[in-house]
C-alpha cells in the first residue's frame, strides 16, 4: 500500500515527540544537538588521552614578554598604544591585512622609542608570525570569525594566545580552543576587558566579603546603538555576521564579570539557559540598505536567562540596534545588599549590613533607594580592589575605555611574567562565547531550554572561589 507523503511526514514527527517523551534523544541532522528530556543538549567531545585540565594551570615564568599582534583596527591600534606603557615587554611583529594600519602602529613604537617590529601583511600572514620562535604571546584583534582559526594556529606552534571578545562565534569553536589550550598546555585568554572596570571589581571584592549576603540573581547587558559606527567594521563584518546569526551574538561583557562574582567552573556552574528576542526591524532595516538582502537573523533586542548548579539566576540582554542609551548593565541582587552599574551607579543594603567605619556620619540603608552619594564614595574607597590600589592611577592616565583596558594587560603580563594562572581561562572563553549559538538555538525552538555544556569535563568543582592569582 502506497502511504500518502502527508501521513508520513506527520507520523515521522509524532514519533519524534513520543521519543522525546520517553526520555530518549532525537539526533538533528546537520546540527550538533539532541533533543533530550525536553532540553537542547549540544555535542560534548570526551577528553582525548593526552589532554590535561587547565584548571588553575601556571605555566614557566617569561621574564620578558615577547609579543606579536594580529589585527591592528581600532582594537589592535589601541592595545599596541597601551602595550608600551607595560615595563617587561618586547613587541615583536605586527600583523593586518592593510599596510598602512601596520605603519600607524609602528608609528606607536616609535614615539615610546621601542625598536621597529617585523611587519605581516594577507589573510595569512599571522602565520609566518605564530611560526617564529621568539614570541610568547599572540594578540588577536581581528573579526570574529577569524579568533578561532589565529588562536588555534598560535596554539599549535606553541604560543600562549590573547583574543578579543567573543573567543569562538559558535559550541564548535568553543572545544577547539579548550582542546587546543588542553593538548598543548598553552594560555588562552579572552580579552574581557569588562571584568577589570572600577566599578565591577569594587563590587566583586564587595560581594567575596559577603556584603550583599547569598548572591540570589545577577544582570548583565550589552545594549548600545552601533549605528554611527556599522561601517567602520572592515568590510562590513559585524553586520553580515548578524545578518546570519541569531541570538546574543555579543554577551561577554555584561555574563562575563557577573560569572566571576558567582565562581561560575570554581565552585558553582551554569546548567542551562533559555532565550527570547523579538523580531528583526532595525536590524532588518540596516541590511537592506547596507547588503540589499531581505532577511536577518539577528532580533533587535534578545533576553537570555541562564541558571545555575546553586540556583542562582543570570539575565542577560543584547541591543545593537535601537535608539536606546547606552546600557552595560551591571547587577548583583543579593539577601543583603543589591549593587547596580548603568543607567545609574549605586548600592543598597539591609541595615547594619555594612561596618561603621565605612561612613559614620552618614545613614547606610534606604529601602527605596540608593545609599547617598557620600556613602557611595566612601564604599568605593573602602573597598577598592587591591589591583586598582596598585595600578588605577597609570591605568586611568593610559586610559582604554577610561582605564580598564590597560588593567586588563596589565594583569595579563603580569601573570605570565610571575608564572600564575591567568585571570580569565579557556573555560571562562568558552562560557563566555558560546551564549551565541546556545541562546539562538533556544529561541529558534520556541525558547526551548538548552543545557550548557561543561567545558570543564566534570572538573567544574575542583576549584572553590574566584580569585586574582598575586606572586608570593
Known sequence: MKLNPLFTVCALLLSVVALQGCGHSVKIAGDNYSFENGMIVFDE????????????????????????????????????????????VEIKGLCDVEADRIASSQAILDRAGFPKADAYTGREGYKALCERDDIDLIYICTDWVNHVPIAVYAMEHGKHVAVEVPAAVNVEECWQLVDTSERTRRHCMMLENCCYDFFEMTALNMAQQGLFGEILHVEGAYIHNLRPHWDIYYENWRLDFNQKHRGDNYATHGFGPVCQVLNIHRGNRLTHLVAMDTKSVVGLELAKEKMGVDEFANGDHTHTLIRTEQGQTIEIQHNVYTPRPYNRLYQITGSKGFANKYPVEGFTFDEGQLPADVHPSAPHTSYHGFVSREVFDALMRYYKHPIHQEIEEKARRVGGHGGMDFVMDYRLVYCLQNGLPLDQDVYDAAEWSCVGELSGTSAKHNSMPVKFPDFTRGDWNKIQGFKFAVAE
Not at 570526551?46 to 583596527?73: H, K, N, T, W
Open 45 to 88: 567531545p570526551q577528553r582525548a588521552p593526552g589532554q590535561e585540565s587547565m584548571l588553575g594551570y601556571a605555566a614557566d615564568p617569561i621574564p620578558v614578554v615577547r609579543v606579536g599582534f594580529v589585527g591592528l583596527g581600532g582594537r589592535g591600534y589601541g592595545a599596541v598604544e597601551r602595550f608600551v606603557h607595560i615595563e617587561g
